[in-house]
Structures are given as structure tokens and as C-alpha cells.
């Protein structure tokens, strides 16, 4: 079984490949690969994956959740038809202390994410369905405008507070919250 681990990065993954003969025996195939994280970075991994190991069903690729940044690239992989586990980063973290690891550099943590990946065996990942990305992004979106609103409100009641009240002021802060309320 073949273990790639992917360090994600806003602009950059760094992927780390590992062999894994049996328990407790790891094999560190190569050097860890950097390709931008791009649709073409992503095309880059599937096809150093593609020549590095000659069985796609024997492959299990571990990445990291970092924020939204994975998931491009989980969809490629994914879609090319690699096994694909999607794991929290404070899992990792816990994980690699656990090792007594000390160092951390994104080449490092690539390969903790693969020897994460092939100890504990990750459950696949699944892409959701459309109705659900939409659903997620309408939610995160309401989220991000009642905060707002929130803060909109508290500077008109700070407004309201000051010495010398500025009509200006007061009137684009409304705006903002007549904006944020429309939407």
C-alpha cells in the first residue's frame, strides 16, 4: 500500500509519499514534491502519483482540512479516481506530538500527514453532493452578514454616545446596515 501525504498550503502542497510494508514499516519513496496550488498544480500531482506508483487501488491519499484551500484539490484527486481521506489538522498535530516531532516545516509535516495516513487508516472522503456546497455557502454567507450587522449596530450606539454627533458618519453607517439587512 502506498501512503501519499499532502501538506496544504494557500499557494502551495507539498506531497510526501510513503510505502507501507506493515505495521510499523515505512518506506519513504523520493523526495517530497511541491507544485502550486493551482488547477495545474493539481494535474502536476495526478501525474507524478500516476508515474510514482503503478496500482491507483493500492493508493490512499491524506491531506489536511486547511480552510478551503484542499478542496480543489481533493476534487481532482478525487475525480481521478484516487482514494482521498480529508483529516482535520488538530488531528495531525496531536498525532505528530505524539511521535515526539519537534520540527516543523512544510516538507516535514507532508511526511507526517502520509505516516498519520498510513497508521491510522483514514475514513475516504466524499465529495457532497451540489445541494449541500450550496446550502454550506448560503449559510456561511448569513453567518458573515449578521456579523456584520452586528458590528454596524454597535458603532450606531457608539455614535449615539459621542460628544458631537457627525450626520455624515451616522448616515453611511446606516446605509451599511439598511445594505446588510436588504441582503
Known amino acids: 500500500m502506498f501512503v501519499p501525504g499532502l501538506d496544504v498550503g494557500k499557494s502551495e502542497r507539498y506531497a510526501c509519499l510513503l510505502q507501507v510494508h506493515g505495521p510499523g514499516s515505512l518506506t519513504r519513496i523520493g523526495g517530497v514534491k511541491t507544485v502550486a496550488n493551482t488547477a495545474k498544480g493539481h494535474e502536476q500531482l495526478v501525474v507524478w502519483l500516476a508515474k510514482s506508483v503503478a496500482v491507483r487501488e493500492d493508493l490512499s491519499v491524506v491531506m489536511e482540512s486547511t480552510s478551503v484551500y484542499w478542496e480543489r484539490g481533493a476534487m481532482t484527486l478525487h475525480d481521478a479516481g484516487y482514494a482521498v481521506s480529508v483529516v482535520n489538522a488538530a488531528q495531525i498535530k496531536f498525532f505528530a506530538k505524539s511521535t515526539l516531532r519537534r520540527g516543523k516545516t512544510d516538507k516535514l509535516d507532508a511526511e507526517m500527514i ?25 449559510l456561511h454567507a448569513r453567518g458573515t452578514i449578521v456579523e456584520l450587522l452586528t458590528l454596524e449596530a454597535g458603532r450606531h450606539d457608539a455614535m449615539d454616545h459621542q460628544y458631537q454627533l457627525h450626520s455624515k458618519a451616522v448616515g453611511f453607517c446606516e446605509a451599511r446596515q439598511k445594505l446588510l439587512e436588504q441582503q
Open 114 to 138: 502520509a505516516r498519520y495516513g498510513a497508521v491510522m487508516q483514514p475514513a475516504r472522503w466524499l465529495p457532497p453532493e451540489a445541494d449541500l456546497v450550496e446550502l454550506r455557502a448560503l
